[in-house]
């Protein structure tokens, strides 16, 4: 630390702004509450007591305006793409997406036979995270989780991007 | 009854309406598709019958060459007796009296038919899909559909048969 040790009095911390920003946005992702099938179950279970998701500081939230994640647990029907598409461009920013389970990965058991649905959620937003699972367990989904803050932590949102 | 007894009673009232189908179950009858209101009214409000809860409507393809189906699975609460009757549609123009109005639950179970057979419940007052987007094309449960690779810019490769195995 060298010049700056001593030199303030208790209580403060001296860090990059950037890094700051990253640790407050990677430890209270509120997460979106929406699920499509049998994933949203794994959700639950995950959000409930036993293994309390407000530990890591993710809380449901009902509104895509105050959500930071979303987590799209479940089969992804045509007809709801278009509808997962409009939630997600309500979201503000910065926003993240976990795609759980092998539905909303790659169209799990539907993959072929499948007509109404939607091969990966990633063909209409952006996925940051896969959790891999039929459905994944909470702990898979945690890890996700946890996968996804350090992620955030690594963001600079305001150093400049450089071409 | 027996499912015997209450296919003489359908005949005995409405004579030529029962079809001879050899691929159906001793519980099962195939009626004709004309009179088809007059018959469920019957079946609903005869004392003998009384048909009071429609279980279910689904419809069946049966391939190129044979015609498409609606079943509907009666039960009588008064007498503990069931039937399943049969009407069997014209691929082409498949349609058939709508019972919407006698059983209520039939609004949504014609609905779902017709989503996936594309068979048109005439009096329905409500026919519209109810599974699929309104926009969707073509009737999913038929063996000759083709699913669309493209759904409002979604574009969706298809998988074919032979690649799933190399």
New interface residues.
Partial sequence: MGVLENRFKDNIIVASLDKFLGWARSTSPWYFQFGLACCAIEMMASAASRHDLERIGMMPRSSPRQADVMIVAGTVT??M??RVKKLYEQMADPKYVISMGSCATSGGPY??HG??V??GVD??VPVDVYVPGCPPRPEALIEGLLKLQEKIQTERPLTRKTA | MTPAEIKTAIESQFPGSVLENEDLAENQVELKGEQWLEMATFLKNDPNLCFDQLECITGIDTGEAGPLQTRYNFHSMEHRHKIEVVISHDRENPKVASIEQLWRIGDWFERETYDMFGIVYEGHRDLRRIL??DD?EGW?LRKD?E??ED??G????K?KEEE?WE
């Fill in positions: 045509m007809k793409a278009l993959w072929q007509y109404h939607l091969k063909l209409v | 699929c987007p969707w999913p559909y699913g669309q759904y409002h979604i574009v969706v490769p998988i799933e």
